[in-house]
């Protein structure tokens, strides 16, 4: 089997470029995301079994159903509806951002309930409010415990920001699918394409390990 | 200084505490003693609003502090508080522990409350330990430390809640010989304890509790030598 490295060096620009939108994508998932997360995983929280009902059902809903419906859905129907025509790169971030929220909020609210009831009636008890004690004492160690499964949902979401493709957001993988259907070569776009993703999330990886040993106390 | 009237405590259909009236005057040491269960926790709990309370008053100074309209984190700021399993802040070093309530609560100035933690930390005996996290302590260093945070906030009354219950014996010592300074100082205190020996040597009064009811309260001596009340005398012989 020959391996056509030159179809590789053609499309390295195109690679190069879908490869920064795909990132570019996946750090609007995950910022967005995080914010919108936090607030459905406190919204959850909230003791007002009504008006906590509602953040229950958008995590029921975004989790109980594939992403790939999702992007079709918000492609196709939610974008056009409000601007007119479709936006590949917007749906394709929003649908990322409210995919991501709904496990990041589960993510939160497990952080934040792992933590000791004592952390919070120490706090309490030397008169800080429930805001402050929130602040200062329950949510930087619930954060520092939410590091890993954060890095596992992060990884998610690079890698399922390939489902783009199909709405030909010109991501990473839309243009592996362009090199593969303009040579019918499979190895060389999608290894390519493999090796890129799997760059991404090494050094995810290891940014989050240096960021977990940086909050180590003792 | 502390007025409990009838205080009721119910978690659902189980009533913890039925009826407690007591009076803590300035600067007494009340040691609280019963069996587990008997509602002595929950007790020390309600005096700082720690647990919401079913019916009865609690007026600290003069303040009903049931009432709704007082500032609950005002009082429980002059109100120190120190926990079994010292509820220490595992993220933030010995001194930042401390100055936490001073800075954010009090609004005191940085430099005053750095000054104040050590000076505090010197008195239990821990300024060395400023920079080091809790986790790299003993449970007694902890406890002094929890002490040390407490008082950080200038508090009027101190209630602790089987400070010692937690430890190994031999750091048992440590924080009683803290506790008996604080004691020696005219610090109120309103102590929960299974340490029969504190209660003898510290307290002014001893109440006993049992089944959600203050059965018996009288001076050390009286209560521990002459118990007058059947469930004291059996409670007493089986710590003794």
Redesign the interface.
């Known amino acids: 089997m020959d391996f056509r490295f030159d179809i590789i060096m053609e499309y390295a620009p195109y690679l190069l470029k879908g490869t920064l939108i795909t990132i570019g994508l996946s750090l609007a998932g995950i910022v967005i995301g995080t914010i919108l997360g936090l607030f459905i995983g406190l919204g959850k929280m909230m003791r007002n079994k009504y008006l906590a009902f509602p953040f229950t059902v958008y995590i029921t809903v975004f989790r109980g159903t594939p992403l790939l419906v999702q992007v079709l859905l918000i492609h196709f129907g939610v974008v056009p509806f409000f601007i007119g025509e479709t936006h590949a790169v917007a749906a394709t971030i929003i649908a990322l951002s409210l995919n991501a929220a709904a496990y990041i909020a589960e993510i939160f609210r497990a952080g934040i309930a792992s933590i000791?009831r004592?952390?919070m009636?120490?706090?309490?008890?030397?008169?800080?409010?429930h805001v402050?004690s929130m602040r200062?004492?329950i949510l930087?160690?619930a954060f520092?415990r939410m590091i890993p499964p954060l890095g596992n949902e992060f990884i998610v979401l690079i890698k399922d920001s390939s489902l783009a493709s199909v709405i030909a957001a010109p991501e990473l993988m839309y243009w592996g699918r362009a090199m593969s259907s303009q040579y019918f070569r499979t190895w060389e776009p999608y290894l390519t394409a493999a090796v890129i993703y799997l760059i991404l999330t090494l050094l995810l990886s290891i940014l989050l390990h240096s960021l977990e040993r940086r909050l180590a106390?003792? | 200084m502390i007025k409990v009237q009838a205080l009721r405590k119910s978690f659902g259909a189980n009533e913890v505490l039925k009826d407690i009236n007591v009076t803590i005057k300035p600067q007494e040491v009340v040691v609280v003693i019963g069996p587990s269960g008997s509602g002595k926790s929950t007790f020390l709990r309600c005096i700082n609003l720690l647990e919401t309370i079913t019916a009865g008053h609690i007026l600290i100074e003069g303040k009903d502090i049931t009432d709704k309209q007082t500032d609950i984190n005002k009082i429980r700021a002059e109100v120190g508080m120190v926990f079994q399993h010292f509820n220490l802040f595992p993220h933030k070093t010995v001194l930042e522990n401390i100055v936490l309530a001073p800075l954010k609560v009090k609004k005191v100035d940085k430099d005053q409350a750095r000054e104040k933690a050590l000076s505090l930390l010197k008195k239990v005996g821990l300024e060395e330990k400023a920079n080091v996290y809790p986790d790299s302590l003993s449970g007694g260093q902890k406890q002094r430390v929890a002490i040390a945070r407490a008082l950080a906030m200038e508090p009027k009354i101190m209630l602790f809640d089987e400070p010692t219950s937690a430890l190994d014996p031999e750091m048992v010592g440590e924080v009683l010989e803290v506790m008996k300074q604080l004691a020696r100082e005219g610090m109120t205190m309103v102590v929960v304890t299974h340490e029969m020996g504190f209660a003898r040597e510290v307290g002014d009064r001893v109440l006993f509790m049992d089944g959600g009811y203050i059965v018996e309260e009288n001076i050390p001596k009286h209560l521990f030598e002459s118990p007058q009340q059947e469930r004291t005398k059996a409670f007493l012989s089986k710590v003794l």
């Open positions: 000791d004592g952390q009636e120490g706090a309490r008890s030397l008169g800080l409010s402050q200062h004492i930087p160690q520092k106390t003792e």
